[in-house]
Structures are given as C-alpha cells and as structure tokens.
C-alpha cells in the first residue's frame, strides 16, 4: 500500500495538504487500493527479432562507424581523456575514433546491475539484469487536463504530478521534471524543482545535466535530503541522470559535462540517443539502432574512463517519423522492433537498457492507449529495466496529461500483475475442485474459489466493467472522464513522504543560499 | 489494396451501391490505402508462462479429467461412436470417459495445419503452423456507432459489418454474424445471413451449429457460391464452424451435432470451451487452462472418430471474471497468460489454436484500446493462429461497435506490419548513410533514405500524427469520431466481391426455395 510509510508522524511540509476536505471523504475509503511496492522481473524470453548473426551485424556496423567516422566530444576535458587513453582525435579537435577492441575492454568495467538508494532506501530500485521499473514523464513543456485544457507548464501543475508520482506504487522513481515549471526563472528552477522532489517523494530521482550548477546543486540536494556524508553519497548510486546525443554523431557540452560529473561521484548516467529513424538517424531500423549504439557506448566509454565501475546504462529512444511531415512517432510497430533490438544489443553488450512508454496522440483516448499499449509491450517483450515516461506522457513528450497519467498506471499495474509467475501446483490445476462443482455446476461458491478469489485476480482502478445499462446509469463516462475524478481524488488524499523537519530545513537553507548566489547563470 | 478484384465486371448484385454519392468522391481517393492481403506470419518465438513440466501438469490434470471425471455428450449419435470406440459411459448415459492412450492416439489424426478454401480461391486461409488469420468480432446481440447509439441487431448493420470484414484486407475471413439480426425471424435468419456474406466478399465463412436445418444450409449455400460438386467441396475445407462446451464439461446437442456434419463432410470445427476462471472453470489459470484442454480434447476425439483427418482447432476463450460481480472481463493479465499457456497446451498436442480480440469496454475508448491491445498481444505472443472477434467487439461481446471495427483494424495492421521481419543486410546497416550524413547532419535528403521512405515504416490511416495545435484547428477531433467518419467513406466507396449472376440466382433459388419449406423449425 501506497500508505505504508505515511504512518510517519515527522511531516513538517504538508504543504497544500487539503485538510478541510478531508471531512468530505470520510467513509470513502482511499481513491484506490493498489498492489504493493515491488519491483518487477522478468522471468519469460525477451522476443528477439534479430538473430545471433543479425546482432553481430548491428555490432559490427556500430563498431566500423566509432573506428572509421567516429563521434563528436564537444568538450575539451572529455577529449583530453579520450586523447589520454589513445583514442585518436581527428583535425577538427572534437571527433574522436575509437577501436572496437579498446570500447569493448572499456565496458566491461561498467556493471551489468546496480542499485540506486534514495533516501528511503525500502525504496531502493535495482537496474539491470531481468529487473523492470517505472518513472514518470519527463521534460514536456505543457500539461493538460480536462478541466484546464493544455497550459504551458507551472511549478503547481509540476507538483500534482509529483504527488501522483509518489502515490502510484507501479512507478519505481521520479525522471526528470514532469512537466517544465515555465513561471520559475530558469536560474532557480531546478532548485525549487528538486526540493519540491525531494520533499514529496522518497523515491530515487533524476538530475539533469544542463551545466556544472545545475548538476552540482541536484547532487547536493540528493546528499542532504539523504541525510549523508559526502564519502556516503559517493559509495554506491544515489539519483541519476539522463544525456542525449545531439544525433547524429555528436555530444554536446552541457550532458557531457553533467555525466562526468556523475560519473565522478560514482552516480548513474542513462545514455538516450536521440536517433528517430528517417530524420537523425537512417532509415532503416538496423541502421538506426547501429546508430545509436555507437553514440551510446562512445559516452559509456568516456564515463568509464572517467570512473572505472561507474554505473551507466544503454539507452534506445529510436522510433519512426512520419515521412509525410518528419514528426517523430511512437508506439509504432518500428518502435516495437527497435526497442527489441536495443534490448538484444544491450544484453550483448552486458548494459542495462532503458527504453520509454511514449506515444504520439493528443488526447487520452484510444490512440493514446494503443500506441502506449504498443509502447508498454516493446519495453516488457525487449526486457527493458528502465521503463522511462511510464505515465503522463502525450504529444510526442511535448505535453503532461494529468488522465493519460491515470491510464498509464492502469496499464502499468495490469502489466506489472501480467510478470508475476503463474501456479501450476497440484491445487492449481484443480482436478479435485473439478470433480466437487461437476457438469452443469459452477465455482463461484467453492471452497476452491472461495479461498483464492480474493488475490486471484488483478482488479483494476479505472476499468469499468460493469454492464452496458450500469454504465450508461452512470451517465456513460469516458476512461478519461473516470481518470478525471480518480486524480481529483489522489490530489485529496495525498500524504507526503515522511522527512525529518532538520532535513527539510537543511534542504531550504541550501536552496534560499544558492538563490542568492544568483542559481544557475542564464543570460536573461 | 482490397479493389484487386474489384475490377470485375460481374457484378450483378451491388446492392445498396450508394452510386449517386460516388460524384461527391471524385478527387478524394480512397478511404484509406491499405497494406496488401497476405497471411502473417509469427517469426518470433512464442511467450510461454509455463515450463515444460508446467505443460506436463497441465496435460496431467487434462487427461485426469477426461479419465477420472468424464465429459457430458448431449446427443446419442456421439455416445455411440464414443462407446463402439471403446470409452467408458457412465451410469448417466451421458457422461464418457476416456483413456488418455486413447485420446493421444486419436489426436495424432487432426492436422496441425490445414488450408480453407473460400469461392476465390486467392482468398484461401492456412490455419495452424506459425500462421495468424484474423476475423471480425461475431454473434453480437447489439451494435453501436456514434449516430445511432445502441441498438438491437438489425440485417441492415449486419450487412454494414460484413462490408467492413470484406473490406479491410487485414481481416482474413468472415466469423459468425457480427451482430445478430434481430429483425429477421430465426426460422430464416440463417438464409438471410449466409447470402449476404456469400454475395458481398469472397472471403472464408463460419457457420452456427445450431440444429440440423442451419448447418445444412449453410453448407449447401457454400458448395452453390463456390461453383462446387459435392464432391469437391468434400475434398478441402471450405468453411468452418466453431463449437462451445456448456463448462464445466459439457457438450450440448446442437452444437454436436453441426460439429460432427461438419467432420463428415472434412470441414473444420473450432472447439471453444467457455472457461471463465472463477465461474465456469477454476479460479486458478491452470485449473481453468486443464478443463479447457479437457473440454475441447474430448469433442475433437470425436470428430476425429466420425471421420479421421478431419480438421480441428483447439479453441481457447479462457478469461477470468470480476470477482465482484461476476461478469466477464477481458483483456486482463489472466487473459494474456491464459492465451499463452493455451499457446503451449496447443503446441503439445499439435493442433491449431484460436483465441480472441476481446475487451469489456463499453465505449471504444482507452479502456477498449488497452484491453483489445492485451489481448492482441496475447494472441501474437501466444502463437495463435486463428484471431477471431479481432474488429468490432465492444461489452464482452454484446455489442459491435462500428468505430471499434476501424480502430481495431488499426491495430490489426500496426500488428500485422510488426510481424514482417526486420532487415540486416550491409544496406539496411547503413555505415555508408551515416558516413555521407556525418555528425549535426539529417537524412531527410539522402539517397539511402529516398530509396526507401515510400515502403520503411508503416503508416497509419486512423492515427493522428499531428502536432497539437493542427489537431485542434482540425477540430479536437478524438479517435472515436476520426473512425466515425471513416466508417462513413469506406460505406460509400464499398464494392462487393465479384460473383457470377449464375451463382447469386442458385443462391436466390436455394434460398427462396428454403424459405418456402420453413427454413430451420422454432416454436415461435
């Protein structure tokens, strides 16, 4: 249950805690009762489209494009390093080769599975190996919802969907802010951003690498909310962060900048290569995904020379555009194959993968949840172990939809119930229980069913299920229109994460500090 | 495209050819530009929740069920082909026991796959093997499309669904009515039915074993549309029909006895047990997945012993029910992993497997799309070959819904399309395409992405890729109303399947003729 650590009685920042509604919801039980924290695994084959050979072809062409086109550092200390490890360094003083032998020894050192421990640590989530999690939508500049329609983003709007990313057990960690706060001055931004994380949720959380402030202030404020030493936080991952390839071919100053920085403390870096087939990228799914493994592992090389055994993980955003008019889209039956196929790369390569559950529609309605859907099984069927923008996401990632967000976790809940094993003990093929009910008879009352039906089942929050004339009763609402009043609901009953009022204090000097220090420089 | 054939110049009989409205087209094209007719193919290894000992429990309880417990057969034809060959009949009269030797041995004579053949014979089905045809939703009693509502089947939305199924070349053949209707009287509703499917596509028919009188026609009115002697349509399968038991372990009169004319006469049967987990089966997947297999076992044994060789297919529509109320539900995780274990029971026993397209939704809405997309995922990850209720279903399969047709055929083709192999040649690996691009170019130009962008990715005719705010000057239009509008055009533009007038008179004959005796007796 969501509520486990709510018992707290430290809760010095219930902040738009909705005491005096509180009343209104007595005797109506939560919004909804979910299944417990846990972290999913994997336990079916992944679908692989490629075989053995077709894998060796993808590494072969990822190899040949670091050793004869190689990859652009835009980053002077990143080219020292690579330079200092002897990769070669071209005319234009940033494009670096590399070859296949030195990239393939400079991986190993990178762990296949890893811990990341927020300040909760029952929160703690693995990465890699057969293990699943979930986060929130990243990054949209909008949000919407039925009431409001689409807005540019606000620091209110970001931390209703912080609460429902902590209240939903389905969603493992906090990616980046789920939807821009466009009313915070770009200079403090990310501070009221990651005290509003870090306050709500006890879950692990994302950084974003956007310069040396950005980055060297998120890890600060992870530290403190962490209550640790410096040595503590350095000794195993405590949050993470997320670059792009600027693709193709090319790493920008700012991602590899925060990566290294990372890096050095011992912090997890996903590496997400932008390489949509047909615009940045070829054409061709092999060609793509060949693409996106040269940019992917040239980053993982230069962090692991930064930092022998630092975590980091392979990263595929490779999805389709529409050719017509070169938007990028998702939940494709390319997007399925591609992320297939990363898995596959990610497992020859012994890396975690972190793919996403994206989609392209504009509304929560059925193409939104059928190219989720898609999306959804691309990540399970490819074993993918960060399921990114698992909740929220609309619009190619431009918009944060407060119902699409209830659906997801629906589809995530009923997805996540799909992975637990099956039974096939002698009680569970049931002859006996056969043989009581007989022709003609049925189960409901058994004491087969009568000891199972509880648990047998998921039961899901937002389905409904009841008869035509009981739902048109209900005045035929939409899924949307049902998601609508669940989130209402959550917003109602919200309980932050327990923290200790020295914590919070702590966070709130370090951030009013930093404010005065002028933030993150901007040139506005 | 679905007009191959179109061309024709017989056709005699485009009734309700909106020829006036054709004027009012010129210049818009067709509907929708569809991928061509071919039958998928599953290249992927299957999902299988089960270990091998796991198939072993399974098969174990099956075959105890059969040998221990015995099957009900409600009509006495069955039990004395079953008794002459050598089961057991209980005290009862009706139920049987059987060996699993016995059964074993009888199985081995139904084909694990098998090819039937409509009246064209491009539109011929392979079932079984790694094959996946797909038919429309079937045997509703309503239909609903956004200007009507729901409503009570009539001939006229029966003939509007069947357009769709001929249509749309991602459905492979025709299943049961898709919608019952309601305003022709029983006795001669079959007549009516069967020679609208016969006369608007050429496409593979099912046909209800309910009585002698029906199955009879139905058979003769395939011979007449097909131009065959008796003896070539006894010599392959033309049609099918599909069975359910009355679980737990029953089988009915009617449907017997139209299964056992089929095998006579070599035509295929699909034997469905209805095994709701936790109402008519146990509660438990396996139980559930046991008495299926024991259920559906028991009828193609005896369709093997009234004509070996005769083609069967193992059918599975195991779901599970909401223990609150009782009522079906589809698209769950039980559902999936019900249809994968079904995957590995018919894999053990060599036969085809059937499953469904089914949701509880009773809107096309989220819901509807992430239910039907669980169970799409189900049926290819499953290795089913036969999807039946793949467009239209909505309720549990009380009502066809016209938008849901569109939107499922949507998804039919996005999982059609994944289903193609991907491509690794050097080409498709495109060193040589990135090399030419180099690092901050695009490939929207180049040579290697003109050569292919017509063909590379799939492309949707009801998702909407559009940015925001293109979608909302093109009116906020939700997926439900783009299909409403597209349902609209494919009626207009709809062409039958072309048939000789020779044929459609000894239909008319055949039919006018049966009406005159009364068609198939009822008491009303």
């Not at 949209?140 to 902590?166: Q, V």
């Not at 493992?172 to 501070?191: C, K, N, T």
């Not at 070169?326 to 898995?343: C, D, I, K, L, N």
Request: aromatic fraction near 8%; include cysteine; glycine fraction near 8%.
């Amino acid at each position: 249950m969501t509520q486990d650590t709510a018992a707290d009685t430290a809760k010095p920042n219930r902040r738009r805690r909705s005491g005096g509604r509180a009343g209104n919801m007595r005797g109506r039980g939560p919004a909804i009762v979910q299944p417990s924290w846990h972290l999913p695994e994997y336990l079916d084959n992944p679908i692989e489209p490629l075989t053995g050979e077709g894998v060796e072809k993808v590494h072969d062409a990822a190899m040949r494009i670091l050793e004869e086109i190689g990859i652009q550092f835009l980053h002077d200390d990143a080219i020292a390093i690579l330079r200092r490890e002897g990769c070669t360094i071209m005319a234009d003083g940033v494009t670096v080769r590399m070859g296949r032998d030195f990239v393939m020894e400079k991986i190993t050192t990178c762990p296949s599975r890893f811990t990341i421990t927020p300040r909760n640590p029952d929160k703690a989530i693995e990465i890699g190996g057969n293990r699943a999690v979930f986060g929130q939508v990243g990054s949209p500049p909008n949000y919407s919802n039925l009431d409001e329609g689409r807005r540019t983003g606000t620091m209110k709007a970001f931390t209703d969907l912080i609460k429902f990313t902590h209240y939903f057990d389905c969603i493992h960690f906090q990616s980046g802010y789920p939807v821009e706060p466009i009313d915070v001055h770009p200079s403090i931004r990310h501070l009221d951003s990651i005290r509003t994380k870090m306050v709500l949720s006890d879950k692990v959380s994302h950084a974003y690498s956007l310069g040396v402030e950005r980055i060297e202030d998120a890890i600060e404020m992870v530290r403190i909310a962490g209550g640790l030493t410096d040595e503590a936080f350095d000794a195993t991952p405590r949050m993470f962060t997320n670059i792009n390839s600027t693709s193709p071919l090319k790493h920008d100053w700012p991602m590899l900048d925060g990566a290294m920085r990372m890096a050095a403390r011992n912090q997890p870096t996903v590496v997400s290569p932008f390489t949509l087939a047909g615009a940045m990228a070829p054409v061709t799914l092999a060609g793509a995904i060949a693409q996106q493994t040269a940019e992917g592992l040239a980053a993982i090389v230069l962090l692991q020379c930064v930092r022998p055994g630092s975590p980091a993980v392979y990263g595929s955003f490779t999805s389709n555009v529409d050719m017509k008019t070169g938007a990028p889209a998702f939940g494709t039956p390319e997007y399925v194959r591609a992320t297939q196929m990363s898995g596959q790369m990610a497992r020859f390569y012994g890396l975690p993968l972190r793919a996403s559950n994206a989609c392209a529609a504009n509304f929560p309605d059925a193409q939104a949840a059928w190219e989720s859907g898609n999306s959804l099984w691309a990540c399970t069927t490819g074993g993918v172990n960060m399921i990114y923008h698992s909740a929220g996401w609309l619009e190619g990632g431009l918009c944060a939809s407060y119902e699409k967000f209830m659906i997801d976790c629906e589809m995530l809940q009923q997805m996540q119930h799909y992975l637990k094993p099956v039974g096939v003990t002698d009680a569970d093929c049931a002859v006996a229980a056969i043989e009581d009910v007989g022709a003609g008879g049925h189960f409901f009352g058994t004491p087969h069913t009568q000891d199972r039906y509880e648990t047998a089942f998921y039961s899901p929050f937002l389905s409904d299920w009841s008869n035509f004339e009981n739902w048109e009763d209900n005045g035929s609402q939409r899924t949307e229109e049902r998601a609508n009043r669940l989130w209402k609901r959550i917003l109602e009953e919200f309980e932050p994460a327990p923290i200790d009022a020295a914590i919070v204090d702590e966070l709130d000097a370090f951030v009013a500090k930093r404010k005065e220090e002028g933030g993150a420089p901007t040139d506005f």
